[in-house]
C-alpha cells in the first residue's frame, strides 16, 4: 500500500490508531528536536509537515517516526539531514518575473526618494531571489545606496547563496524570468560560465549580507525600509504565521514595504489593518500603523 507516495505495510487511512499514533510520534519528535536542537517545526502546517517526516523516515532506512526520533536525537548528522528534508529550498531567478515587473513600476519610485535603503529577504534559501533583487536595483540605479540581508535556517542553502554559482541548465528559464520582468540589458552579462556552472559577477554580491535565521525562533535584527518573505510561510500554520507577521511589523520601518507575492496575504492575521496595499495582485503592502 502507499502512503504519501510510499511503501506502507498500513495507512492512516485503513487503521484510525495509526493516525493518532502518527500524531503523536511526530509531536514527540518535533518536542525532542526542539529541545535539543532548538529548531521549532511545530507549528508549521500539519499535511505537508508530515509528508516530509514520512519522506525523511524513508530516507533514513526506517520505518516509523519513533525510530526516527531516536535517531535524530542520538545522531546529530541525522538531525542536520532532517532539517534539509522539511527545509524546500525550491527557487528560482526572478521567480513570478510579474512580481519584479510590479515592483520595478510601483516601488522603486518611493525607493529613489530614501537616502538608503535596507532590505529584508527571509526565507532566501539558495539566494536566487536576493541576486534577481541585486540585478534589478543595479539596472535602476540604486543597488549602491542598499543593503540587502538575506537570511534562512538552512546553512547548505546559505552556502550556496553566498557562493552565488548555479548550474548552467537554469539559464533558460532565468533569462527568460529576466526579461518578463522586465530586465532592461542582457542577461548573460550578469554571468561568467565554466564547464556546466555559472558564476554570478561578484560585484552584485558586495551589499548582500547572507546570514542565519530562523524566523521560528529568532528575533529581530534591524529595521528595513522593505521585507519580502515569498513561499516561506505557506509551510507555516495560523500561529506560526501570526507569529512571523509580527516579527516583521516589529522589523519594518514607518511606512515600511512588506511583499509577500500573490499565493500568499495579510487578510486573517492579526496585523491586516497595520497595512495598506500597494499591489492587491502581488500582495505587496505598505505599514501605516
Ligand atoms: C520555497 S523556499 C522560498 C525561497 C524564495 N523566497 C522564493 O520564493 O523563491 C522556502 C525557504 O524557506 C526557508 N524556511 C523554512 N522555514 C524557515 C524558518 N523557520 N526560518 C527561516 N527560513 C525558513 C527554507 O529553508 C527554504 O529555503
Known amino acids: 500500500m502507499t502512503f504519501n507516495g510510499f511503501q506502507e505495510t498500513t495507512t492512516p487511512e485503513n487503521n484510525p490508531d ?12 518535533l518536542e525532542g528536536v526542539h529541545r535539543l536542537y532548538g529548531y521549532d517545526f511545530r507549528n508549521y502546517a ?9 519522506h525523511h523516515v524513508h530516507a533514513e532506512n526506517l520505518d516509523t517516526i519513533s525510530q526516527l526520533q531516536n535517531k535524530v536525537l542520538h545522531d546529530r548528522s541525522c538531525f542536520e539531514r532532517m532539517v534539509q528534508s522539511l527545509s524546500i529550498p525550491v527557487t528560482e531567478m526572478f521567480r513570478d518575473p510579474e512580481l519584479f515587473r510590479t515592483f520595478r513600476r510601483e516601488i522603486v519610485p518611493i525607493l529613489r526618494t530614501y ?16 541576486y534577481s ?27 550556496q547563496a553566498k557562493e552565488g554559482i548555479y548550474g548552467i541548465e537554469k539559464m533558460k528559464l532565468y533569462t527568460k524570468n529576466y526579461l518578463e520582468a522586465g530586465g532592461t540589458q542582457s542577461f548573460s552579462d550578469y554571468y561568467t560560465a565554466k564547464y ?12 548582500i549580507i547572507f546570514a542565519e535565521h530562523n524566523l521560528a525562533t529568532d528575533r529581530s535584527f534591524n529595521e528595513f525600509n522593505v521585507i519580502l518573505c515569498r513561499n516561506v510561510m505557506i509551510y507555516f500554520n495560523d500561529t506560526l504565521r501570526d507569529q512571523v507577521h509580527g516579527l516583521f511589523y516589529e522589523s519594518l520601518s514607518r511606512f515600511g514595504i512588506l511583499v509577500l507575492g500573490s499565493k500568499e496575504s495579510i487578510h486573517f492575521t492579526q496585523f491586516s489593518d ?9 500582495k505587496i503592502y505598505r505599514k501605516i500603523k
Do not use: F
Not at 500539519?46 to 514520512?54: A, E, H, T
Not at 533583487?133 to 552556502?159: F, P, Q, V
Not at 556546466?196 to 551589499?207: A, C, D, T
Not at 497595520?274 to 502581488?282: A, F, G, I, K, S
Open 196 to 207: 556546466n556552472s555559472v558564476m554570478l559577477q561578484p560585484y552584485l554580491r558586495k551589499n
Open 115 to 130: 537616502p538608503y535603503i535596507r532590505i529584508w529577504h527571509a526565507g532566501c534559501s539558495t539566494g536566487e531571489e536576493v
Open 46 to 54: 500539519k499535511p505537508s509537515l508530515m509528508r516530509r517526516i514520512w
Open 274 to 282: 497595520c497595512y495598506e496595499p500597494l499591489d492587491r495582485v502581488e
Open 18 to 29: 495509526l493516525t493518532e499514533r502518527e500524531t503523536i510520534e511526530a509531536d514527540l519528535l
Open 133 to 159: 533583487m541585486a540585478i534589478l536595483l543595479h539596472e535602476e540605479g540604486l543597488y549602491d545606496k542598499a543593503r540587502i540581508y538575506a537570511t534562512d535556517m538552512n546553512d547548505r542553502s546559505l552556502k
